[in-house]
């Protein structure tokens, strides 16, 4: 996990400048330490308002074994040269499996002007909790949320 927090600072040094890297972290307190992530019943009811948009920042293998019919797939690496395709006026939800490249893709949209979070307890949770029942009504709400 270290390692994977280190590599994420070095790698916004170096997209996007120490002194932007350096404002963010300047202002980072328990308010964004809190608004930086969402779990899986809240990222649910915030698509079905219609209010975010799921990004499955997993690469295409990932995604083509297996995936989530109403997210939006854009790898990681792909996100630099695809930021047009996503909406300012929504919160983004960054997720994978778990969450450690989703916390990459949120710092990365954050610094770009973006409303973003990462999806802190992973797609494979989302799964889990996307059964049944739950499954039926999840799709329910979103088609009516989309008919609107």
Not at 19 to 30: E, I, P, Q, R, T
Not at 65 to 82: V, Y
């Amino acid at each position: 996990m270290k390692k994977i927090i280190l590599g994420l600072c070095l790698s916004c040094i170096v997209l996007f400048g120490a002194d932007n890297f350096d404002k963010y972290l300047s202002k980072f307190n328990a308010k964004e330490r809190n608004e930086m992530k969402i779990q899986t019943p809240d990222m649910l009811n915030m698509l079905e308002e219609g209010k975010a948009i799921l990004v499955d920042i997993r690469t295409y293998k990932e995604h083509q074994a297996w995936n989530m019919g109403f997210a939006k797939h854009i790898p990681l690496n792909e996100l630099p040269k695809r930021l047009g395709e996503l909406p300012k006026d929504k919160l983004i939800i960054t997720a994978c499996p778990h969450n450690d490249r989703a916390n990459m893709a949120r710092l990365y949209l954050k610094l770009k002007g973006y409303n973003a979070r990462y999806l802190s307890d992973g797609l494979l949770k989302t799964t889990d909790y996307l059964k049944g029942d739950n499954a039926e009504e999840f799709i329910d709400e979103l088609n009516k949320e989309k008919t609107k």
